[in-house]
């Protein structure tokens, strides 16, 4: 006999959010504020469990319809937060992507003071799968750090040190050039914790001056003008996934001429040299 899946639940703030409706915070003031409706019932706890599928969810009294999902690439500046408010008041990533139409939030991070690509969406799950830890999709940065950095230093970014929360992973690091008082760095990480870059670098003596992310696995800055955004490509999208899980595995006669090299070629690979030199 045939089971029927069980029902998929989540609470009604998760429903709104994943809908592209809002942020959660966002979502959480809505229902407090009673604009919210569960087949037809006036709902104001957002912790409430929904069936997505089949309870009809309201909000002023208008369906909710799964947004189109939404894939933008932005060229964050420097001097802009990526948190939706900023008690300060100062300029934040979502003033930046007003003229999308849609509910888009960052994917993962960068400081005030770093400037580069921004993965922007309403795809939560997608967001999820970038920013988990076990999907290692490189991040390349272009690093001004002071004073001109000795072959050791840059091999210990390179092999991995210890910093407050945990040792680094090994990274990518290529001496792009020396100035009298600067190395420009590139940088590849396959993690992205906080302030990382910036924290390393201080951890073998020197300090970041000017940070800039040039790369997201595959995608490049290419001609994309500093504050603006374009959308992703559905293969640029499809490479940032994650590869689906086999559900069997079959063996397959080798096939003539395939190599090593030709299995290594996963979406997430670490990007050669020659993104644009943006950072200074
Ligand atoms: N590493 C940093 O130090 N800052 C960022 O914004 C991103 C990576």
């Not at 799964?66 to 990526?82: D, F, I, Q, R, S």
């Not at 007003?98 to 993965?119: F, K, N, Y």
């Not at 230093?153 to 090994?170: A, H, K, S, V």
């Not at 190395?183 to 993690?191: G, P």
Request: charged fraction near 30%.
């Amino acid at each position: 006999m045939k089971r029927s899946a069980p029902p998929v639940r989540k609470t009604l703030e998760r429903v709104l959010s994943r809908a592209g409706a809002a942020s959660r915070a966002e979502a959480r003031r809505w229902i407090g504020m009673g604009r919210v409706r569960v087949n037809g019932k006036l709902i104001q706890t957002p912790d409430v469990w929904v069936d997505p599928d089949k309870d009809k969810v309201t909000i002023d009294g208008k369906p909710l319809r799964p947004a189109e999902k939404v894939y933008l690439l932005l060229y964050k500046p420097t001097g802009y937060v990526t948190t939706r408010r900023d008690p300060e008041g100062r300029p934040t990533v979502y003033d930046l992507v007003r003229e999308a139409g849609a509910w888009v939030v960052p994917v993962g991070r960068l400081d005030l003071e770093t400037s580069g690509l921004l993965i922007m969406t309403n795809d939560t799950e997608f967001g999820e799968q970038l920013t988990n830890p076990d999907w290692h999709v490189p991040k390349t940065y272009q690093a001004k750090c002071a004073g001109v950095l000795e072959d050791g230093q840059i091999e210990r970014l390179r092999t991995g040190l210890l910093l407050n929360d945990g040792p680094t992973r090994p990274a990518r690091v290529v001496r792009l050039r020396d100035g009298a008082r600067h190395t420009f760095l590139e940088i590849t990480l396959t993690e992205g914790r906080n302030r990382q870059v910036r924290r390393m670098v201080e951890a073998v003596g020197s300090k970041v001056l000017k940070l800039v992310r040039t790369a997201i696995g595959p995608i490049r800055i290419g001609d994309l003008r500093i504050g603006t955004f374009r959308p992703l490509t559905p293969g640029e999208i499809a490479e940032l996934r994650p590869p689906k899980p086999r559900t069997a595995f079959k063996e397959q006669p080798a096939k003539r001429g395939s190599s090593r090299q030709d299995e290594q070629q996963s979406p997430g690979r670490i990007e050669g040299r020659g993104g644009p030199s943006r950072a200074r």
